[in-house]
C-alpha cells in the first residue's frame, strides 16, 4: 500500500499510537494536583477515628491560631454555608441520607471528614489538625450485613435486625429494596429435572486509582465565580452540583478536568472535593486540596462489590434452563447514592443475572444494607460482575449435576438469533456468545489444556481449567438521576482545514482523544493528526455527561460523528461549489475532496475550508444553508434507552451489550494454597473497534484490576471497625510480577443501532475473570471435591476449602461404613 | 519545626540553591518548588514508584527521601530525560508500545525503566517483571511495559 493509499483509508478500525502519549511519557501531562495558583492555600481534613459515633463538640479555635493557618472550621460552622450533598440518583426503592460536607453532628464511618484547615503550606495545614480538639460519643458500628436477618418479603420475618440504626430518621439500616419477578417460576421450577443452588460471595476491594483526588479551586469574591479544577470522570455534573451546594448560579462556575490519573467509575460524585471548594469561599483564595493515600484508603469509594448470592437454578434433564431466582444481599458501606453512586450497581446487577442464556423465568430480590463503612462506589463491572459471577458458577454446577460438559450447557442456553428481548427488559441488539466460546476454546487448546492437567495430576500437581461466558452491557444511561445518559459534541473546521473537536465526554486514560480525533477525520476527510479533541472545560465545551458505565465509544463517538458528519456535508457543499460538481460525485479523504474517478478535480480541504469563511465567504459557498459555516454541534441519545417503566416495570438502561468468552489456567499449591493464575485467554467482541490497541489495554487493564480483586486485594477492618488496610503495602495492588499474561481476540460484530456499528467496552474484563478464576480453581481442586463460590481467593481461603472437603469426603465414607456396617447387620 | 536548611542541588541539569525546611519531602521539592510535576505522588510510602526520579543515576523514590538529603546531588526527573530533540527512547518506546493509559504511573515507569536499562542493557522479560516490581499501574499496562522496556533493550 503506498502512503497515498494509507491516508485515504479510514481512520477508524487503525491501531494508531495515542496522540495524549506523548505528554504523558515526558511528564508534561496536566494532573488536576499539578497546578498551584498564586497565593493559594492548602487543605487538610480532620476525619472520624471512629465508625460510629455523635459529634458532642468540636472546637477548631485553637487550630486556627497556628502558624500559616488562614481558617479553620467544623462541620457545624459550615452547616450555614452550603446544601447537603444531593443524591446522584432518584430511583424507588432508594433511599438516601442527608449528608454534609463536612459532618454535623454524627460520623458514619471511620474517615468521614469533620473539620478542615487553610493553610500556606500543607504541612502547616497538617500539623494545624493536631490542635483541633473534637468529643465523640462513641456507638457501637454496624460493620457486617447478617445474612440471616433480612426481611426479603416486607413481612416482617424475620424481625428486623437488632443492629444499631446508621441514620436516625431512617426505619433500618436498608437503603435500596429492589424486587423483580417474570414468568411462571414457581411452576418452572416444579417442572424442573435438577435444581442446583449456590451462595455466591465476592467480599469488598476497591478502584484505586493512582492518583488520588484533587481539587484546586478559585473563588473570586467580586465577581462571585467558582473556578475549581478537579479530577472528576464527570466534570459537568461536577458544576452542576458546586453550583448547588454553594448557591451559585451555573454561569458563574467553571470546572476544569485536564489529564485524570485513573478512575474506573470512582469519580464520579461530589465528596470531600467539596470541602476545599467552602474554604476557597470563606478565605477568598485560592484552596488546593490533594488528598493522600490514606485519606483515599479511609474515605475514598469503594468498589460496588461486598455482596452475597442465595440462588437457585432450576434445568430439564438436557440441560435447558428453565428459571432461576435470587436473593442478592450487599454491604453498601454507610451510603451509595449521595456520597457515591455505586448502588444502582445491584439493581444493574439484578437485571442482568439471566445473562446471554436464554431464561424466561426469573425473580429476584435485592437489598442493601448499610454499614459503619465508607461509601459504596461505581467501579468497573458496575453490577455486570455481579451478574456474570453467579449466572457462570451456577451453570457449571448445573453441568456438574447435570454430568454435561460445561460449555455444552452453556451452548445450549446461549443467545443465537437478535435482537433478544431478555426477561429483565433489555434488548441485546447483537451478538457472538457461541462464536466467541468457540473461539476462546480454540485459542486455548483445551484438550491439550487436558492433557497437560492429567500429566499433572499424575504428579501431585493441581492444574485448573475454566472458561466462561460474558456479557458486557454498555452506554448505561439512568434515569432519574446525573447519569441521565446523552452525549454533546461540537466540531469546528478552521480556515486552515484543521478541526477541533469538543466533547462533553471526559478521558480518564481511555484514549479518547485518539479515538475521537479518528472518528471526525474520517468524517472531514483529514487526518487525524489535523484535529484536536478538547474536553474537561464546561465553558469551553458543551453540557456533556463524561465518562461512565463505558459510554466513550457509543454516546460520545456517536456525538462527534454526527456532527462531523454535518460538516463533511457542508464541506462537500461547498467544495461542489468550487469544482462545480454534484456533492454526490465528490469524495473525502487525505486532506483532500476530489471528484469520484477524476482525480484531477481535486482541491484541498484547507482551500475549500479558506473559501467559505473569507474567499469570497458563506453566502457564496454554502448558498441556501441555514447555518453557512463549517461549523456544527449535535447531542446523541440512543432510541433504544427506556425512559418509563414497562408493563413489567422493566427499563432499558443499556442500549449495547458485547459479547465474550473468557478462559484461564491456573495451578494450585495445596501445600501453602498459593495459586498461580497461569494464563488468560479473553475472546471480545464489542462491535466495530476505532482503534484496536485502544481497546485491548482496556480489555487487558480491566482484567488485570479484577484478577487483582478476585485474588488478593481486600479491604479489612478489626473486630472493633478499624480499618487495617491503609496504605499500598496492606492493600495490595497487582504488580509487574504477579500479573498474568492474557491473550486478546477479537470478533467484530456491529452493532445495529449505533452510527459506526461500535459498541462500549472496558469493563469486560472486571466482568468476567471472577467467575474464570473461580471456576479454574474449583478446577484445580476437583480431586478433592472442594466448590470454589467466594472471593479473594487468597492461600488461607484455598487451604481452607481443601480442609472443608477433605473433612466432608471424610464424614462421607465414615456415614458409608456406618451405613455398610449397620447393611450387614 | 526548627530553621531552614541549605540545600544545593542540580535538578535536570539546572543548579538550585534553596533554604528548605527541614522536613520538606524531595516530591514536594520537585513539584511544589520547581514545579517539575511530571514527578507524581500515588502512595506516599515508597510502594508505587510513581514518584520515582535519578538521584546520582539511580532510582529512588522521591516520597521517601527528604529534599535536604539531596544537597550536593544530582537529580533527574522525567523531564530532564527528554532530548532536545524528542523524547528519550525509554519515552518513545512507550508511545509505541501502547504501554500508557491514563498516564499517571508513566513517568515514574519510565523513570525506573531507564534505570533497570543502564543496569541490564537486554533484560529478560522476567528481569523486567522483577525489576518494575516497585511501580504500579493501576490501569494494567503491565504486559506492554515489559515490551517497550525489552524493545529498548533489545530482547534476548
Ligand atoms: S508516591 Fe512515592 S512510591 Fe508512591
Ligand atoms: S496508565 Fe494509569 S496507572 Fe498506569
Not at chain 2, 524528542?86 to 515507569?109: I, R, S
Request: proline letters at 6%.
Amino acid at each position: 500500500m503506498t502512503v497515498d493509499e494509507m491516508r485515504q483509508q479510514p481512520w477508524v478500525g487503525r491501531r494508531i499510537p495515542r496522540q495524549e502519549d506523548n505528554r504523558l511519557v515526558t511528564g508534561t501531562g496536566r494532573f488536576a494536583d499539578d497546578v498551584t495558583p498564586q497565593g493559594a492555600l492548602h487543605c487538610a481534613i480532620l476525619r472520624s477515628p471512629h465508625p460510629h459515633a455523635r459529634i458532642v463538640r468540636v472546637d477548631v479555635a485553637r487550630a486556627r491560631s497556628m502558624p500559616g493557618v488562614v481558617a479553620a472550621v467544623s462541620g457545624a460552622e459550615a452547616r450555614e454555608h452550603w446544601a447537603p450533598l444531593p443524591p446522584n440518583f432518584a430511583l424507588p426503592g432508594i433511599v438516601a441520607p442527608r449528608v454534609y460536607g463536612l459532618a454535623v453532628d454524627k460520623v458514619v464511618y471511620e474517615g468521614e471528614p469533620v473539620a478542615a484547615v487553610a493553610a500556606t503550606d500543607r504541612y502547616l495545614a497538617e500539623d494545624a489538625l493536631e490542635a483541633i480538639e473534637v468529643e465523640y460519643e462513641v456507638l457501637e458500628p454496624v460493620m457486617d450485613v447478617d445474612e440471616g436477618a433480612v426481611d426479603w418479603y416486607g413481612d416482617g420475618s424475620p424481625a428486623s435486625p437488632a443492629s444499631p440504626r446508621l441514620y436516625d430518621e431512617w426505619d433500618d439500616n436498608v437503603q435500596v429494596r429492589y424486587d423483580f419477578a417474570y414468568g411462571d417460576v414457581e411452576r418452572s421450577f416444579g417442572e424442573a429435572d435438577a435444581v442446583v443452588e449456590a451462595r455466591v460471595a465476592v467480599h469488598r476491594y476497591a478502584a484505586v486509582p493512582l492518583e488520588p483526588r484533587a481539587v484546586v479551586a478559585e473563588y473570586d469574591p467580586d465577581g462571585r465565580t467558582l473556578t475549581v479544577r478537579v479530577a472528576t470522570q464527570v466534570p459537568h455534573q461536577m458544576r452542576t452540583t458546586y453550583a448547588r451546594i454553594f448557591g451559585l448560579p451555573e454561569t458563574s462556575v467553571r470546572v476544569l478536568t485536564g489529564d485524570v490519573g485513573g478512575g474506573y467509575g470512582s469519580k464520579g460524585q461530589a465528596d470531600g472535593d467539596v470541602v476545599p471548594i467552602l474554604l476557597s469561599i470563606l478565605t477568598g483564595r485560592p484552596v488546593k486540596w490533594a488528598e493522600t493515600r490514606e485519606e483515599w484508603m479511609l474515605a475514598g469509594p469503594v468498589g460496588s462489590r461486598g455482596y452475597v448470592h442465595h440462588a437457585e437454578l432450576a434445568l430439564r434433564s438436557d440441560g435447558t434452563v428453565l428459571a432461576l431466582r435470587d436473593r442478592l444481599l450487599a454491604d453498601v458501606g454507610c451510603d451509595g447514592v449521595v456520597r457515591a453512586i455505586g448502588l444502582a450497581a445491584l439493581i444493574v446487577g439484578a437485571t442482568y443475572i439471566p445473562g446471554p442464556y436464554r431464561i424466561d423465568a426469573y425473580d429476584v430480590r435485592v437489598r442493601g444494607l448499610v454499614t459503619n463503612k465508607p461509601a459504596y462506589g461505581a467501579y468497573r463491572g458496575y453490577g455486570k460482575d455481579i451478574a456474570n459471577q453467579l449466572i457462570e458458577r451456577l451453570m457449571d454446577k448445573a453441568a456438574a449435576a447435570l454430568g454435561m460438559d460445561p460449555l455444552e450447557l452453556r451452548r445450549r442456553n446461549l443467545l443465537t438469533e437478535f435482537p433478544h428481548e431478555i426477561c429483565t427488559g433489555p434488548i441485546i441488539e447483537s451478538g457472538s456468545f457461541v462464536e466467541c466460546l468457540d473461539l476462546v476454546q480454540e485459542k486455548m487448546d483445551l484438550p491439550a489444556l487436558r492433557r497437560e492437567q492429567e500429566r499433572a495430576r499424575a504428579n501431585g500437581r493441581f492444574l485448573g481449567v475454566g472458561v466462561v461466558s460474558t456479557m458486557e452491557p454498555s452506554a448505561g444511561a439512568i434515569p432519574m438521576s446525573v447519569f441521565s445518559g446523552f452525549e454533546s459534541a461540537t466540531v469546528r473546521l478552521h480556515p486552515d482545514g484543521t478541526v477541533t473537536a469538543l466533547t462533553g465526554l471526559q478521558p480518564i486514560g481511555q484514549g479518547v482523544q485518539t479515538s475521537y480525533a479518528q472518528v471526525v477525520a474520517d468524517c472531514v476527510g483529514v487526518s487525524p493528526a489535523d484535529v484536536r479533541v478538547r474536553w474537561g472545560d464546561t465553558d469551553a465545551v458543551p453540557y456533556g455527561l463524561g465518562a461512565y458505565a463505558s459510554r466513550g465509544a457509543t454516546f460520545g463517538v456517536a456525538a462527534a460523528h454526527q456532527a462531523a458528519t454535518e460538516v463533511g456535508r457542508k464541506l462537500l457543499l461547498a467544495a461542489s461549489v468550487a469544482l462545480e460538481v454534484t456533492p454526490d460525485d465528490l469524495e473525502l479523504g487525505g486532506g483532500t475532496v476530489r471528484a469520484k474517478g477524476s482525480p484531477g478535480t481535486a482541491m484541498d480541504v484547507a482551500d475549500v475550508a479558506q473559501r467559505t469563511y473569507f474567499q469570497p465567504g458563506p453566502y457564496a459557498m454554502l448558498p441556501g444553508e441555514k447555518e453557512p459555516v463549517l461549523e456544527a454541534s449535535a447531542v446523541y441519545t440512543n432510541p433504544e434507552v427506556n425512559w418509563l417503566p414497562d408493563e413489567h416495570g422493566r427499563l432499558r438502561i443499556y442500549p449495547t451489550h458485547g459479547s465474550g468468552a473468557m478462559g484461564c489456567l491456573v495451578e494450585v499449591d495445596v501445600e501453602t494454597g498459593g495459586v498461580d493464575v497461569r494464563k488468560v485467554w479473553y475472546v471480545h467482541d464489542s462491535g466495530r473497534l476505532i482503534n484496536p490497541g485502544i481497546v485491548e489495554n482496556q480489555l487487558i487493564g480491566s482484567s488485570v484490576q479484577a484478577f487483582g480483586g478476585t485474588m488478593f486485594e481486600q479491604i479489612v477492618y478489626d473486630d472493633a471497625g478499624t480499618l487495617l488496610t491503609r496504605t499500598l503495602g496492606d492493600y495490595q495492588l497487582p504488580n509487574a510480577a504477579s500479573v498474568p499474561d492474557i491473550e486478546v481476540s477479537h470478533i467484530e460484530t456491529p452493532s445495529p443501532i449505533t452510527p459506526l456499528g461500535t459498541k462500549g467496552l472496558g469493563e469486560g474484563g472486571h466482568i468476567g475473570i471472577g467467575a474464570v478464576l473461580l471456576s479454574a480453581v474449583e478446577d484445580a481442586l476437583r480431586p478433592f471435591g472442594a466448590e470454589v463460590l467466594e472471593t479473594p481467593l487468597t492461600p488461607p481461603r484455598i487451604l481452607q476449602l481443601i480442609d472443608r472437603a477433605r473433612e466432608s469426603r471424610a464424614r462421607e465414607s465414615r456415614a458409608q461404613t456406618a451405613g455398610a456396617v449397620r447393611d450387614d447387620v | 519545626m526548627g530553621g531552614l536548611v541549605p540545600l544545593d542541588t542540580e535538578v535536570n541539569g539546572e543548579r538550585h540553591r534553596r533554604e528548605v525546611e527541614p522536613r520538606l519531602l524531595l516530591v514536594d521539592f520537585l513539584r511544589e518548588y520547581l514545579r517539575l510535576t511530571g514527578t507524581h505522588s500515588g502512595c506516599d510510602d515508597g510502594l508505587c514508584g510513581a514518584c520515582t526520579v535519578l538521584v546520582d543515576g539511580e532510582p529512588v523514590k522521591s516520597c521517601l527521601m527528604l529534599a535536604a538529603q539531596v544537597d550536593g546531588a544530582r537529580i533527574t526527573t522525567v523531564e530532564g530525560l527528554r532530548a532536545e530533540d524528542g523524547p528519550h527512547p525509554v519515552q518513545q518506546a512507550f508511545v509505541d508500545a501502547e504501554a500508557v493509559q491514563c498516564g499517571y504511573c508513566t513517568p515514574g515507569f519510565v523513570v525506573a525503566a531507564t534505570a533497570l536499562l543502564a543496569r541490564d542493557a537486554a533484560p529478560t522479560d522476567d528481569g523486567v517483571r522483577e525489576g518494575l516490581v516497585g511501580n504500579l499501574c493501576r490501569c494494567g499496562c503491565y504486559q506492554n511495559i515489559r515490551k517497550a522496556v525489552r524493545s529498548v533493550g533489545g530482547s534476548r
